[in-house]
């Protein structure tokens, strides 16, 4: 079936001058995805806050930062009830924060003998996937004139974290949170620029995104059924397989840069 989506924001934000020139902004955010009465393509209603804040200071004329932190304090599923015959899904909610067979349900086949049992699986109060509950960005610059040359030298950093996160809605694998450091250094101008620079100073070797690719090796129906109770004893078979697709940081890396503009 069809489905379709309602959403409810609110955002709402203040800023301020700082001592040496700055500013900071915050925010909240509210959406909520309403699930469609009778829909199977959006079976579920979910419900998103999170504070938001971002900030720049001048604190000299040549030195200067930046941050932006998000906090999401609760991402859930309010109500997430669906249909599934596959024995892998089944299992990884069972495994999950949620109930693999809350329920069996036959649907009707026009030949008697080939219903199709399926088991619904709640999933209600799990978090939403691959969304953190804090998430930060800073980055910290030094820029002053070298000598009379027409050329500035600088020098910089940025860091990176972000926190642990669910990688699919069952919730039956979590990645770690991880943080990255990047440096720089250089000279430039208006038209020139040369940089060095070295990214993942501290080699973090923390997975940062995965995909889940957990899919069914047997098509055999999981439902036993009995003649008399219509599945009523269903017992599942645990077969299947969890295939995790995983993304590695790009390992410690340092060069130099050159640009010039004409």
């Given at each position: 079936?069809?489905?379709?989506?309602?959403?409810?924001?609110?955002k709402?934000?203040?800023?301020?001058?700082?001592?040496?020139?700055?500013?900071?902004e915050?925010?909240?955010?509210?959406l909520?995805?309403?699930?469609?009465?009778?829909?199977?393509?959006f079976?579920?209603?979910?419900?998103?806050?999170?504070?938001?804040?971002?900030?720049?200071?001048?604190?000299?004329?040549?030195?200067?930062?930046?941050?932006?932190?998000?906090?999401?304090?609760?991402?859930?599923?309010?109500?997430?009830?669906?249909?599934?015959?596959?024995?892998a899904?089944?299992?990884?909610?069972?495994?999950?924060?949620?109930?693999?067979?809350?329920?069996?349900?036959?649907?009707?086949?026009?030949?008697?003998?080939?219903?199709?049992?399926?088991?619904?699986?709640?999933?209600?109060?799990?978090?939403?996937?691959?969304?953190?509950?804090?998430?930060?960005?800073?980055?910290?610059?030094?820029?002053?004139?070298?000598?009379?040359t027409?050329?500035?030298?600088?020098?910089?950093?940025?860091?990176?974290?972000?926190?642990?996160?669910?990688?699919e809605?069952?919730?039956?694998?979590?990645?770690?949170?991880?943080?990255?450091?990047?440096?720089?250094?250089?000279?430039?101008?208006?038209?020139?620029e040369?940089?060095?620079?070295?990214?993942?100073?501290?080699?973090?070797?923390?997975?940062?995104?995965?995909?889940?690719?957990?899919?069914?090796?047997?098509?055999?129906?999981?439902?036993?059924v009995?003649?008399?109770?219509?599945c009523?004893?269903?017992?599942?078979?645990?077969l299947?397989?969890?295939?995790?697709?995983?993304?590695?940081?790009?390992?410690?890396?340092?060069?130099?840069?050159?640009?010039?503009s004409?």
């Amino acid at each position: 079936g069809g489905g379709e989506e309602r959403g409810e924001g609110e955002k709402s934000g203040e800023s301020s001058g700082w001592g040496g020139g700055g500013r900071g902004e915050g925010g909240f955010f509210f959406l909520m995805i309403r699930r469609p009465p009778r829909s199977t393509l959006f079976p579920y209603t979910t419900l998103f806050r999170s504070f938001e804040f971002d900030s720049a200071w001048q604190a000299t004329d040549n030195l200067s930062f930046t941050a932006a932190y998000t906090y999401m304090p609760r991402a859930k599923y309010t109500d997430f009830e669906s249909l599934e015959d596959s024995i892998a899904a089944i299992t990884e909610a069972e495994l999950g924060a949620g109930e693999g067979c809350a329920e069996v349900i036959i649907i009707p086949d026009p030949s008697p003998s080939s219903d199709d049992p399926h088991c619904v699986t709640v999933l209600t109060g799990n978090d939403l996937e691959k969304i953190p509950h804090h998430n930060f960005v800073g980055t910290v610059t030094y820029q002053a004139p070298l000598y009379n040359t027409g050329f500035d030298w600088f020098l910089g950093g940025d860091a990176f974290y972000t926190g642990s996160r669910f990688v699919e809605e069952a919730n039956s694998n979590i990645l770690q949170d991880y943080h990255l450091i990047n440096l720089r250094a250089g000279i430039t101008s208006d038209r020139w620029e040369i940089l060095a620079y070295v990214d993942n100073v501290l080699d973090n070797k923390a997975i940062q995104t995965a995909e889940d690719y957990t899919s069914q090796i047997f098509k055999e129906d999981w439902c036993l059924v009995d003649a008399a109770a219509r599945c009523s004893n269903a017992t599942v078979r645990r077969l299947g397989t969890s295939t995790m697709l995983a993304f590695l940081p790009d390992p410690i890396t340092w060069g130099v840069r050159a640009r010039a503009s004409f």
